[in-house]
């Protein structure tokens, strides 16, 4: 079993950058994809990013191709999203996740973290 724990959200203006955390603790976080989902208020949970055990695969959600970047550093047991050109629709609570495969169903991920917000100003 692992732990996650989101940071470095925050409040930004359209066009800049964020970097977001998720850091792991526990046994065995190297057995583990991880992916980014975020969740505006009133709407429905979104897929992001996601990445594979080793980081070799990564996908994104259409909307944020081109624009966020997903990583992950094993030795630290943290997986980042880098986030650019940001727009106020990606306003959202960003939550990171782990499971067993990169995908971007969320019934495949078994442990969460709380989330850390994210806020986009025009």
């Known amino acids: 079993q692992i732990q996650l724990v989101e940071s470095g959200g925050g409040l930004v203006q359209a066009g800049g950058s964020l970097n977001v955390s998720c850091v792991a603790s526990?046994?065995?976080?190297?057995?583990?994809?991880v992916g980014w989902f975020r969740q505006a208020q009133g709407k429905e949970r979104e897929f992001v990013a996601a990445?594979?055990?080793?980081?070799?695969?990564?996908h994104y959600g259409d909307s944020v191709k081109g624009r966020f970047t997903i990583s992950r550093d094993n030795v630290k047991n943290t997986v980042y999203l880098q986030m650019n050109s940001l727009k106020p629709e990606d306003t959202a609570v960003y939550t990171c996740?782990?499971?067993?495969?990169?995908?971007?169903?969320?019934?495949?991920?078994?442990?969460w973290g709380r989330g850390t917000q994210v806020t986009v100003s025009s």
């Open positions: 996740a782990a499971g067993g495969v990169p995908t971007s169903t969320v019934r495949h991920y078994s442990y």
């Open positions: 526990g046994r065995f976080f190297t057995s583990y994809a």
């Open positions: 990445i594979s055990r080793g980081g070799g695969n990564t």
